[in-house]
């Protein structure tokens, strides 16, 4: 694995070119409490899950940034449109987690439902202790909602009892890959059938995100930070043996793929992992071997590595190219270097880096931080370009969440968002 | 078909490679980090002097040396990490970790410093976080000299003792002060122990030592132990156990009566430990120790081996100095070596006329 000589975390170049961002609340559901979900739907318009997982009997607002008013649209109240009460007494259908993906042939934004918002009047709820109560979550929907029309086509329970971490989509073959939450299983679903085939457990610590390579195969990570490798043609599951890279004093565990993103050629995939000091990694599938994969860097800033860190507090996400060929990406940043006080509230900002996808070198364009008194704007899900090649970030973080956006001063046109990302 | 002789070589071979180690239960050497996503304490600063069980299960303890750790373990439910707490204040030997109701009290030099006691994270599959909360501002120091050891009496009361001196102190935050001193004759050696009504001491001149909180008497027994001889003290139905060199002895208070349990085959005695179902476990020798069970009704005494961890951390323990057992009747252990981790060990469940 070649490894490239960046920088410290912390040797970041601050940039003299700056973009402004602003920031938009979810203010029409005040419980929202993570946008986990961000993508860029298939007419090139920003679609925002406004997930509800910490108040009981909710649901997830489906919701679009409109471009034309600079606000935001409500859509869709989950709930509803499943047929699935946010009061039912189940575990609610909460929140789209990695899960939305376009469909570029008809319209379509596909999404799936995620589990651990509480049933009304429960202070909280484990899939686990629910397993086998009449409050377990009814499963994960299949949705499709149609974006020219805004209105929703159809719905399947694609995981019955358990929820669906990330999505991608074969649009070639009319397959959706999955990753099932608590049981961590992979799910194919054919959409032609309408069918799900489980083809088997995975570990615990569930990935956070699935991509396709060029060869359609779809590639993951399990627990120990191995690519794992699906190929429908044999329909087999296959370890790579290609381990993700991590810190010294890490051994490799947890270090599953939080987001990835093909780059405009869709020759390589960029990826970072879910696990404090996360590194960036350049990947390169082949037809015929396990792919080649490139240490680019840890991204965060040093710490002190006696601590187990969060990965909230220590954290990367919102993975994204440019108009302009860069890749885009937030990394969670203290407000203060190192050494810092190791308390659960450290003031910190998500700092938006511009990344040379061949050199690796990298520096900071933006500062994203909640309008005061708000909180942090550390934490970023997912990223996404826009019609007019503006990036949008996911926020997690104080109530009501909603999402950044990026003004990145593009050239007039309409397409601007292309080539749409296909997974979560 | 292998020949008589080589079936024979294969058995001694067997014998001397393999049945050096543990032949029973099964031990598990925890690395002192999260393991996976931390790193561990600094090896010359991990070697474990004093550890207790805390009312929460939460195992705590502190090591030896210039920079002294303090470090609290979760092995419960979906827990299983040992951290770093912290660094301890000020200057000399940490010698005990004492539990009180909602902080941990440890004792360093002439000084006992408080500690919150950890809060079990939200989850340890993800997004975990474990505060590390500095120590308390205030401590309470002792002015007779360098603390030995103390014990937790009950609530924030603790017993303590230095060279000269035995020592009760209320460790209730800024209300903290010594209830009551006492003069302590010949020092001590090894650790107190807690006691139905008081503490219990081996002093220098081996001489073992009861105090009653109640009346505040102190009693004197002398056993016969040699006074350079560090000695572990645990009790058993009623009965304070001594184990020094390489003897255990057992003495019952209530009628002062006492008599030798065990002479194991190798000394020093490092560790000592009554088990839930009656059995003691001690670990005794000196580059490698090795554990000995002895069965109180019948004396009879065994060796168990050369502790090893196959399973988690692949780890071979030679040198304890703490022991102590657990919520769910394992023995917990606390290693003291370089790199030292926190071992549990599980004794074989015997089968019984029920089973």
Redesign the interface.
Known sequence: MQTFKTDKAMSVVMENRKYDTAFYRFNKWPDSDACWSLSTGPDGRIYAAACVEITPGSTVYLTRYNDQTNSIDYLLEMDKALGDPRDSGRATQCKIHYSFVPDSRNGILYMATHLSGPPKGRASFSPWHSWYGNEMFRGSVLLAYDTSADKALWHDLMIPKQGCRCLCFDQKHDLFYALSYPLDHFIVYDLATRESYDMGRIG???CQAIFLDRFNRAVFADDQGYLVRYDHTNRKLERLFLRLPHEH??????SVLYDAVASPDNERVYFIT???DSHLIRYTPQEKGPGILEDMGRLTQERD?????????NHCGGLVFGNDGMLYMVAAKWERDFPVP???DIPAYGSVLRIDPETGSRSEVAKLRRPSPEGSGHYVSRGARDRNGDIFFGHVGTVPVGFFKMKMNVEEGRDNHLPLRIWG | MASDKTKDYIAKYSEIQRKTFLQEGYALALPM?????????DPDESRINDLILASDNSIYGVTDGEKAHLFGAMTRDVTG?V??MGLIPGKGTATAVVDGIKDVFVCRGSAIYRHEKLMPPFDC?????????PFADDCLSVDSGSILHAVGIEGNVLAGITASELFIADMSGKKSRILYTDKLDSGNSGHLLKTEDGIAGVNKKGVLWTFSIGNKKFEKNDLGLKGEERACLCVSGGRILIGAGNRIISFDPRNRTSGLLAELPLAPLTTLAAMSDGRICATSGKEIEHLFEVDVPTAIMRDLGVFVSVLAARRYGYNFRTSLVGSQGELILGEYDRGAHLWLYFPKIRKTEKG
């Open positions: 615990s610590v569930n004093f890490q051994t490799g565990w947890h879910w696990i404090a590595p006696t601590v187990p860190m969060s990965t909230y507090q190791l308390t659960r | 980090c999260f393991p996976g996503d931390s790193v561990s304490i990490f951290f770093d599959l993800q997004e975990w976080f474990i505060d590390r909360a």
